[in-house]
């Protein structure tokens, strides 16, 4: 009690010395290679790394949006379907004999399996303390093979692709029309050629095709509405010869536009020659 008698304590802003004793990092000279600290060294490093990455793929999907494509068709046998380009190494592994018919298990299981089970398994198999890549051979020997592997499979199997071909597939090779429903030929679409050919011509899958980007004039849509074309039946239109022109002005006109033609001019031509 007579200790600080006559003193008067206002405030102590010194933090106990424990805590920060105990943040000292630890002498990890005992692990030889380069070595640091985890936190904050270490994490400051990754996050940095991590950031480059991402902001540097935001911008790649910015500059090259991801190619989609467009609806499956089942009618469609010509379409083969390819995997993403992050995949393209594993389908290009089929295609070797070894990996391919009644050796598929091979390349569907066994060598993805084996690697990417080494990767998981890579903390329990090389345990080793050593940190620098040089001196340690296997891990980075089997890492640099899948890495060299996974890059010239995908590779060969991008370089056999007609990306040309494949464009036609692309959602944007597909027309964006604005159904003009105040035409007149629309309603004579709407009660005969809907049903099979969708609300805005865009076709349906395993039903019809679209009718968005046809070679057909006039003259030819009519006769298709009336006499049929491959696998649609004759007949589909019943209506006066005066709604047969209307509708097949109206599909054209929609053609003219998805060609990028008549925006203006055309349409106005359009509607005059509906309205007769
Ligand atoms: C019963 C379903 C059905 C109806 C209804 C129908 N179609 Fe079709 N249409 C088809 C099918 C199926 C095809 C594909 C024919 C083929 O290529 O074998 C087709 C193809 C077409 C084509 C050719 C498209 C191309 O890319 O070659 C035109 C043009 C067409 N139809 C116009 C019409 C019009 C106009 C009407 C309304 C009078 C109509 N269709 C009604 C099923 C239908």
Redesign the pocket.
Known sequence: MQRGKGMKFVGDSRVPDKESRNKIPKDYSEYPGRTEAFWPNFLLKEWLVGAVFLIGFLCLVAAAPSPLEQQADPNNSSYIPLPDWYFLFLYELLKYEFAAAEYVVIGTVIIPGLGFGALLLAPFLDTGTERRPSKRPITTGLMLLGIIATVWLTYKSAAHVDWEERAKYSVEAVPDVEIDEEHPGYEV?AN??L???GDSLQGNPG???T?VG?P?NAEQ?KD??KNG?????AN??SGTEEELNQ?AEF?VSTNKQASGEGEGEGESEGSEEGSH
């Not at 074309?229 to 039946?233: H, K, N, R, T, V």
Request: with cysteine.
């Open positions: 679409y005969n050629c049903s099979c050919h039903m019809a095709p009718l046809i057909y849509i298709i509405a074309i491959g696998e649609m039946p589909q239109f509708l599909i």
